[in-house]
């Protein structure tokens, strides 16, 4: 069967933003505050991504791994004093690690952030809005279309039917770097050596828990030095029994239990569904069904075995399946593990992070965790693809090892590659060159101006 339809709608701007996750807000802030005229296109109806439709929370660490300094700020910063300010967040100055609002963890876990999702969002759309830049929701992307290397426009699925988006610049936002991929860009898919992509997690909130009943257990466990051991820690002696009563089949062994800033709510992150490849509608699909099933065996157990919980109610289930992982891009360098655990110097950094390099296992239960070496930065052509000129990527799907991407992967890094590529887009302009040839040097002035953090 042939089917043709003609696409008469053309919406035309400076820089398009592909996907309003956190890399996409960052980018829309930063580009529309350096004065261009920026549109921020998303398939939801709310911006924020994982932080928002998926309840990821909190924001892993923003500080060195000391942990001492803070050193991921700019823009990422002035949504967590925002949203503080809303009555949303608490500011990760003020948070400390082996606490309810880390689940009991230190390693990597000092200084994260508490948010509520639903004044996340809204904060993030103020933001954005006030910088300028436009929003369309409810758009799905759908193709690419180029010529001699460049992007001459996006095809997506809107309310009204089929349209174009084109730009001057483009930067792909959406996590799992579709954009590169129906533009004809190379990317791995997973760990280069197998392929294997880190499980996906359904999150989801919880409430009228006996918080007395529910924090005097953990705190009992904490002065004995039996809590904050990735892969055995909150609740994990009570799986062991609920395992061998038929009562736990997840292959997790503890709960990832998070206290939200708003009294009598928890963000749970426990669910696991293994060997998914979340570009794929059919695998999204199963995994997302598992997951719900997986709350509600949580929900038991919790209900059954853990003190404070008796009565403990459902508030959300996440409305997006949490993905850790799935294309990286193949750009003009590729960030290793090894670049990351011995500091590497890169001329051209955009931002400085330390969250380890923390691996769920696909089998087993467990995660694989490595500290870094206090901290490391992100050079600016892991951000730069290598075939498609006028696209600019930032998020988790930027150029680097899988290893390496179970760092940078977190809210807070994300935000940070945002408003750099952002912010390259909008210097692009004025340079009158393509935004991956923007000098570095100038790109790196204008982030720090800017509050970003880029230490040598």
Known sequence: MQYTKQIDRIIETDVLVIGGGSAGFGAAVAAARNGAKTLLIEREQML????????????????????????????????????????GAIHPSRVEGMSTYSSYYIK?????????????????????????????????????????????GVVAAMKEGMAVFCAKTYI????????????????????EKDGVMQPVTLFFEVGNIDREKFVGALEEKKAKGELGIPGENCWSWYIKEARANGDWDI???????????????????????????ATRTEEISKAVMEGRRQVFEVLHFLQKYVPGCENIELIEMASRLGVRETRHIKGQYKLTTEDILDRKHFEDAICTFAYA???????????????????????FRCLVPEKIENLL???????????????????????ATGQAAGTAAALALGEGCEARD???KKLRETLTRQGAVIKD
Not at 128 to 143: H, K, P, T, W
């Open 172 to 191: 792909d936002c959406t996590g799992d770097a579709d954009v590169v991929y129906f533009a004809g860009g190379d990317f791995v898919k997973g760990d």
């Open 438 to 440: 923007v000098p570095t």
């Open 48 to 87: 924020g991504g994982m932080a928002t439709g998926g309840l990821v929370g909190p924001f892993m660490t923003c500080y060195n791994d000391e942990p001492t300094e803070q050193i991921v700020k700019g823009i990422f910063d002035e949504l967590c004093t925002r949203t503080e300010e809303r009555g």
């Open 357 to 379: 390099i923390d691996i769920h296992n696909s089998e087993g239960g467990g995660a694989t965790f490595h500290q870094v070496n206090d901290y490391y930065t992100i050079p």
């Open 108 to 152: 990597s876990h000092c200084h994260v952030t508490p948010f509520s999702s639903e004044i996340l969002e809204v904060v993030m759309e103020e933001m954005v809005r006030e910088a300028g830049a436009e929003i369309l929701y409810d758009v799905q992307v759908c193709d690419v279309l180029t010529d001699g290397g460049k992007i001459t």
């Open 393 to 415: 990527v930032a998020g988790r799907c930027i150029s680097g090892t899988s290893g390496a991407a179970a760092s940078y992967r977190v809210i807070p890094c994300c935000i």
């Open 251 to 277: 292959d997790r062994h503890e709960v990832g239990n998070y206290e939200e800033p708003i009294k009598g709510r928890w963000k749970i992150n426990t669910t696991r569904m293994a060997y998914v490849d």
